[in-house]
């Protein structure tokens, strides 16, 4: 403080120098120059807000809107334009501007290049072009601002490389050129930037090795690489620099280990990610003594071994080990999380999809009650759940599924209210649903599929009123399904209570449902006739009602299900005549096999694709088209011949190609064995057998084996030779559309309940591709639910951790994304009202495709910064 009239005296003295100079260089008046630059600059740039208005001769340029001049010598010293919704070009006349300290034009919508002649601005400070739609290179000649601090060229669409001589920029501090489209080396002159503080090159694309010459760089406080395609080994130079806070090397292809004294070198780390590499060995102890640490995310990668105690680090937020290998598979593999009982602010706890063993600690009711997301999935996790867990009242998202988790389900689990997704799906649960679980009144998604659950389906649970997709699949759920359930008009995605034990007759509630995209009924005891509320359920996109007990004739008002694509009725006791609407539904696929329907089979619609249809075990029917092989109609429309077909049903249909293959099924089947062969080979959880172990186990594909037929093939049991594992095994007939395309989602279904990939929560079944390339799947969005609900839809954690594996355009929780979550936020937002828009139950009120494209497009560029 005492320095500052110094100070001042000096600027003051430099600033009179420097307007002397320019009086006698003067060409042909400095203030005239300043004057035709500004207009010049005006000239080329779109000003829809008119904020320029000012810039007329009328009043002295100084006075400008965005200008500010050196008080003595009258030259423009800063333009400050910034959010002011200008767009056009940036005019190479700028350059003229030689008295300019700081110009920032960020957040407008600048396009085409950065006009070469900023490299005149000798005397520029602070550069900010940050957020606009620049494109081309970076002018190397901006190396000759010499006197530059800050270059802030993030958030636009620059490409080429880093100019190697930039780094002679010895006084700059902060570097940010992320998210652009930057490619090349990083150049090794990057470690002349002698006084950089942040270097942020993320999101772009640059490749080969991070350099040592990074190591240099004595001042870096936080460094950011992610998303880019860099290789080699973790930068031994950075983990040299002591000043470092924040490390962010996340979704490139980097290998090897991490050093093993981290801790040691950068004691001050707050921020370390490594996300999405190809790191191996084990987690170095000496990350232990980071005790400034806040996030710690290895997320996917293939981490070994223990996971070390976190005991000191009380600062920590975010914790996520999640898909790794790490741990033994055997008891006490969990103790770790007792040190993060001291972690007093933890926010999220990822450590799915490793192979932790052992019970999960009765210390976890410890854990800070801050925690919000807890995720355990896909491990070999034994023992039961902690009733303690009641504890963690602040809990939203917890998934233990995938685990060999036994017991009941803890009632005080409905004493966390805040709760919004409850995943325990692929474990052993016994005993009954509780009834608490009804208490759950922020839940979204309930996941309790797969387990051993008995008893019958506690009314509680039609209580809640956000709910969006109920998993209740292959447990041993008996009675009626409560009419309750069926009248939760929140539900959009999906309602499964397959594979259960489930009687009396189906709720007329269910036309209360009128946003649910699926419902998956099959393999009960459900009987009774099919209500004709059904009717009223105008978003159903797929429909499965096989192997149960229902009677009487397919309701006519099913003709209002103009959204249907697969209905499956097979294995009931339906009669009656194949009703003609059916022709005029837009069905991929229909299985009315093992029914008693008669009389003439229609052939228009989906009836003239016979691989999209099953109607064998109709004794009754008769007509079709010749492929059906139906005897001919009598006049009468009876059918005559009542001959019993062969039940090898394959050869009867005439079906050229059957390939097999093994389907993840045997988790439905036989799940205490899952975890043998699941962890038997480090992550691989497909059980691998050859097509002769399948013969085998079916007895050759017996009819006697046979369990079940579904739209796209059928299910057979068996039993491996090898290891006595009861598997099922779906035989796939790829000649029907759409197979395999059913067969990958099965195992997605089963394999990927997992919520870090938000995509396939957020639209149930499709992949991001299909969000944003045809993404026109996204109608199981309630209109209920938008726009004030969207985004309790899509969870906050979930956002943190959202990442897709199928494609290039990964989002993931970095420090430095935020901006960019907040972006994916929007787009969510809007992706999410064309999902309702396009499911309006009446087609003719849906957006044209052409629409939905351009507007998906729209989006999409939003979100990749384009
Ligand atoms: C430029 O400076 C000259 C003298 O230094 C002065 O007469 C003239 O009015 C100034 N013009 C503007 C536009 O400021
Ligand atoms: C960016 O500019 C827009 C106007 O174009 C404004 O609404 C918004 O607040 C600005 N954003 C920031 C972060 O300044
Ligand atoms: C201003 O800049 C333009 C473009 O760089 C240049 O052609 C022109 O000579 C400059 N004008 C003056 C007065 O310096
Ligand atoms: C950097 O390179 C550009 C062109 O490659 C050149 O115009 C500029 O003068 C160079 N800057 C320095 C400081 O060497
Ligand atoms: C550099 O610019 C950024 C904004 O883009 C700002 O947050 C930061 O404080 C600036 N740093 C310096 C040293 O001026
Ligand atoms: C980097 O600095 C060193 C001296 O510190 C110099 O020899 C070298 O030429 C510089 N590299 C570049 C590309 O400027
Ligand atoms: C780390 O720093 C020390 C001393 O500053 C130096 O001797 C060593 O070579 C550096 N290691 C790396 C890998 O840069
Ligand atoms: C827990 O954290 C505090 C700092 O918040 C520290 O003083 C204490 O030693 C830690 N406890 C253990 C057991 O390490
Ligand atoms: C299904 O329920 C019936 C009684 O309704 C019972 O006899 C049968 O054992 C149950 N089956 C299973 C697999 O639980
Ligand atoms: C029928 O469905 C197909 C595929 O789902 C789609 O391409 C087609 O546009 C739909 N037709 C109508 C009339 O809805
Ligand atoms: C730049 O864009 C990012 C991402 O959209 C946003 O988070 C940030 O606030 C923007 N900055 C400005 C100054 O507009």
């Known amino acids: 403080m005492e320095s500052t009239p110094g100070l001042l005296y000096s600027v003051t003295a430099i600033a009179l120098v420097a307007c002397s100079v320019s009086d006698v260089q003067g060409t042909p008046h400095g203030n005239e120059t300043d004057q035709l630059a500004l207009l010049s600059f005006k000239s080329v740039m779109v000003d829809?807000?008119?904020?320029?208005?000012?810039?007329?001769?009328?009043?002295?340029?100084?006075?400008?809107?965005?200008?500010?001049?050196?008080?003595?010598?009258?030259?423009?010293?800063?333009?400050?334009?910034?959010?002011?919704?200008?767009?056009?070009?940036?005019?190479?006349?700028?350059?003229?501007?030689?008295?300019?300290?700081?110009?920032?034009?960020?957040?407008?919508?600048?396009h085409s290049r950065i006009p070469l002649e900023v490299g005149h601005l000798s005397r520029l400070l602070h550069l900010y072009l940050n957020n606009n739609s620049l494109s081309g290179p970076i002018p190397p000649s901006l190396s000759s601002c010499s006197n530059l601090l800050n270059i802030s060229l993030h958030h636009n669409m620059l490409q080429g490389y880093?100019?190697?001589?930039?780094?002679?920029?010895?006084?700059?501090?902060?570097l940010l050129l992320?998210?652009?489209?930057?490619?090349?080396?990083?150049?090794?002159?990057?470690?002349?930037?002698?006084?950089?503080?942040?270097?942020?090159?993320?999101?772009?694309?640059?490749?080969?090795?991070?350099?040592?010459?990074?190591?240099?760089?004595?001042?870096?406080?936080?460094?950011?690489?992610?998303?880019?395609?860099?290789?080699?080994?973790?930068?031994?130079?950075?983990?040299?620099?002591?000043?470092?806070?924040?490390?962010?090397?996340?979704?490139?292809?980097?290998?090897?280990?991490?050093?093993?004294?981290?801790?040691?070198?950068?004691?001050?780390?707050?921020?370390?990610?490594?996300?999405?590499n190809r790191f191996t060995g084990s987690i170095p102890?000496?990350?232990?003594?980071?005790?400034?640490?806040?996030?710690?995310?290895?997320?996917?990668?293939?981490?070994?071994?223990?996971?070390?105690?976190?005991?000191?680090?009380?600062?920590?937020?975010?914790?996520?080990?999640?898909?790794n290998h790490l741990g033994s598979g055997q008891a006490n593999d969990l103790n770790f999380l007792c040190s993060l009982t001291n972690s007093t602010n933890l926010n999220y706890l990822g450590i799915g999809d490793n192979n932790f063993g052992g019970e999960v600690p009765k210390c976890i009711s410890n854990l800070s009650i801050t925690l919000e997301g807890f995720v355990l999935e896909l491990n070999a996790l034994s023992g039961t759940v902690p009733s303690s867990i009641e504890n963690l009242i602040n809990l939203e998202v917890l998934s233990v599924s995938f685990n060999n988790i036994s017991g009941r389900i803890p009632p005080e689990i409905g004493n966390l209210r805040k709760v919004k997704e409850l995943y325990l799906a692929f474990n052993v649960f016994t005993g009954e649903i509780p009834h608490t679980l009804g208490n759950l009144s922020m839940l979204t998604f309930l996941s309790l599929s797969g387990n051993n659950l008995l008893g019958t389906i506690p009314s509680s649970l039609g209580k809640y009123q956000r709910l969006l997709a109920i998993y209740l699949a292959d447990n041993k759920l008996a009675g009626a399904i409560p009419p309750e359930i069926m009248s939760l008009s929140s539900l959009s995605m999906s309602a499964d209570?397959?594979?259960?034990?489930?009687?009396?007759?189906?709720?007329?509630?269910?036309?209360?449902?009128?946003h649910l995209g699926e419902l998956d009924l099959s393999g009960n005891k459900l009987s009774g006739k099919i209500p004709s509320s059904l009717g009223s359920c105008m978003s159903l996109e797929y429909l499965y009602m096989g192997d149960n007990m229902?009677?009487?004739?397919?309701?006519?008002?099913?003709?209002?299900?103009?959204?249907?694509?697969?209905l499956n009725l097979s294995h009931n006791r339906l009669l009656g005549q194949i009703p003609d609407f059916l022709e005029d539904l837009n069905l991929t696929s229909l299985d009315l096999s093992f029914n008693n329907f008669q009389g003439n089979l229609p052939t228009g619609?989906?009836?003239?694709?016979?691989?999209?249809?099953?109607?064998?075990?109709?004794?009754k029917l008769c007509g079709g088209l010749p492929e059906y092989r139906l005897p001919k109609c009598m006049s009468t429309g009876r059918s005559t011949d009542g001959r019993v077909r062969n039940v090898s049903i394959y050869t009867s249909l005439g079906i050229l190609t059957i390939v097999f293959m093994l389907s993840l099924l045997c988790f439905l089947w036989h799940r205490k064995q899952r975890k043998t062969f699941a962890s038997s080979s480090s992550n691989d959880r497909f059980l691998k057998v050859s097509y002769q172990d399948l013969l085998e186990a079916t007895v050759g594909f017996s009819s006697a084996n046979l369990i079940g037929t579904g739209s796209f093939g059928s299910v057979f049991k068996g039993v491996l030779a090898l290891d006595q594992i009861t598997i099922a095994v779906k035989v796939l007939n790829l000649d029907r559309h759409g197979a395999s395309k059913s067969f990958i989602k099965e195992c997605e279904a089963l394999r990927n309940i997992r919520h870090r990939n938000l995509v396939k929560m957020f639209t149930g079944k499709r992949p991001t591709d299909d969000m944003f390339s045809d993404g026109l799947n996204l109608h199981f969005f309630t209109k209920a639910a938008f726009p004030e609900r969207v985004l309790q839809i899509i969870d906050p954690v979930l956002l943190k951790e959202t990442h897709d594996e199928d494609d290039?355009?990964?989002?993931?929780?970095?420090?430095?994304?935020?901006?960019?979550?907040?972006?994916?936020?929007?787009?969510?937002?809007?992706?999410?009202?064309?999902?309702?828009?396009?499911?309006?139950e009446v087609p003719s009120d849906r957006m044209s495709m052409r629409d939905v494209a351009a507007a998906l497009q729209a989006i999409r560029k939003k979100l990749i910064g384009s």
Not at 163 to 174: E, G, Q
Not at 205 to 233: C, H, I, Y
Not at 289 to 312: A, C, P, W, Y
Request: with cysteine; proline share 3%; hydrophobic share 40%.
């Open 550 to 566: 229902f009677v009487g004739s397919i309701p006519s008002t099913l003709s209002s299900l103009k959204g249907i694509q697969e």
């Open 162 to 174: 880093v100019p190697a001589n930039l780094s002679s920029l010895s006084k700059l501090r902060v």
């Open 178 to 276: 992320q998210n652009n489209g930057l490619s090349g080396e990083i150049p090794l002159s990057v470690g002349n930037f002698s006084s950089l503080e942040y270097l942020y090159l993320g999101f772009n694309k640059l490749r080969g090795a991070v350099p040592d010459t990074l190591g240099n760089l004595r001042n870096l406080k936080d460094l950011s690489l992610v998303e880019n395609n860099l290789v080699g080994n973790f930068p031994l130079s950075v983990a040299n620099i002591s000043s470092m806070e924040a490390l962010d090397l996340g979704v490139n292809q980097l290998m090897g280990t991490l050093p093993l004294d981290l801790g040691i070198t950068l004691p001050n780390l707050q921020f370390l990610s490594v996300i999405d």
């Open 48 to 110: 829809q807000l008119g904020v320029l208005s000012s810039w007329s001769s009328s009043h002295h340029f100084c006075q400008w809107f965005g200008v500010t001049c050196g008080r003595r010598h009258r030259r423009v010293t800063k333009l400050d334009l910034q959010s002011q919704e200008l767009s056009g070009t940036i005019s190479p006349h700028i350059g003229n501007l030689s008295f300019l300290r700081v110009l920032d034009l960020q957040n407008n919508s600048f």
């Open 497 to 514: 209570f397959s594979m259960n034990n489930l009687t009396g007759e189906l709720p007329v509630e269910i036309g209360n449902l009128k």
């Open 808 to 840: 290039g355009r990964d989002i993931r929780r970095t420090r430095r994304s935020d901006d960019r979550l907040r972006k994916i936020h929007e787009c969510l937002v809007s992706t999410v009202e064309i999902g309702v828009v396009c499911s309006s």
């Open 605 to 619: 619609g989906v009836f003239a694709n016979t691989s999209a249809i099953s109607v064998l075990g109709n004794e």
């Open 285 to 323: 102890k000496s990350i232990s003594n980071m005790s400034q640490l806040n996030e710690f995310q290895i997320t996917s990668n293939s981490f070994t071994g223990d996971v070390l105690s976190f005991r000191k680090m009380s600062n920590l937020l975010w914790f996520s080990v999640y898909g």
